[in-house]
Nanobody
């Protein structure tokens, strides 16, 4: 089992920055891709950014050029640097991790409990 714990959320004014962190613990040897999702009120959950174990990244069009995902494999931690924040970035942000193909890791994915980011005008 893997546990994911997010930190770094809060209230920020439009144009400001926040850095989210997600620390993994437990069977961290099983962690492959890590990602951030978000869910805004009245909207479906969406992928914000993802990063593979090798460092390849992918971003939602809405955050390209403003958000940067990175990871520290030694610390089993993934980060999301969010710059030029907009009110529409207001959401609960969730950390996600998928397992490697090792048989011992199974096929279960893991989620953090989420952290709130609020961007005010």
């Amino acid at each position: 089992q893997v546990q994911l714990v997010e930190s770094g959320g809060g209230l920020v004014q439009a144009g400001g920055s926040l850095r989210l962190s997600c620390a993994g613990s437990g069977d961290t040897i099983c962690i492959s891709t890590m990602a951030w999702y978000r869910r805004s009120p009245g909207k479906e959950r969406e992928l914000v950014a993802a990063i593979s174990s090798g460092g390849s990244t992918d971003y939602a069009d809405s955050v390209k050029g403003r958000f940067t995902i990175s990871r520290d494999n030694a610390k089993n931690t993934v980060y999301l640097q969010m710059n030029s924040l907009k009110p529409e970035d207001t959401a609960a942000y969730y950390c996600f991790a998928s397992p490697t193909l090792q048989p011992m890791c199974g096929m279960t994915t893991w989620w953090g409990k989420g952290i709130l980011v609020t961007v005010s005008l």
